[in-house]
């Protein structure tokens, strides 16, 4: 998958965010990896064609990109997850592989439990359960 660095360049400026290749790397690196990483992640897959790079500036970096509205972070148990899909969805997560994947969709009950006097800037839910890979799995085993 060719991207071009310019999409990130501008990405960064039209958010009047300093453009250091770090914050490119990054941005770059979870667009081509849609597969909800954690910050060590990153940084352990980064760090080959960076060697400069430190886990302190993953960190800052992921950071200001989230305080800007670039990515999302996902609280999932003990670890947070990082997101380049910032359009509203859902997660599931597969207690038996790890995976977490994208469930599009809107849920509107939550309209009804907060009603119209309030705000809601974000709202996060996950599903919890084993995918369909781990069940087929689990049948040719079984």
């Known amino acids: 998958m060719v991207i ?62 989230k305080q800007h509205g670039l990515v999302k972070a996902l609280r999932l148990g003990s670890t947070v997850r990082y997101d380049y899909s910032t359009n509203r969805h859902h997660h599931f997560w597969c207690r038996r592989c790890g995976k977490i994947m994208d469930i599009t969709g809107d849920d509107p009950c939550w309209k009804d439990m907060v009603g119209d006097d309030h705000r809601v800037e974000e709202v996060h839910v996950y599903l919890k359960g084993v995918c369909s890979t781990c069940l087929k799995k689990k049948k040719e085993e079984d």
């Open 4 to 65: 071009k660095v310019e999409k990130f360049v501008s990405i960064l400026k039209e958010h009047d965010l300093k453009v250091t290749p770090q914050r490119i790397a990054i941005l770059r690196y979870l667009e081509i990896h849609r597969t909800h990483p954690s910050a060590d992640t990153i940084y352990e897959d980064l760090k080959a064609d960076n060697p400069s790079l430190s886990k302190t500036t993953i960190y800052n970096s992921l950071d200001m990109l």
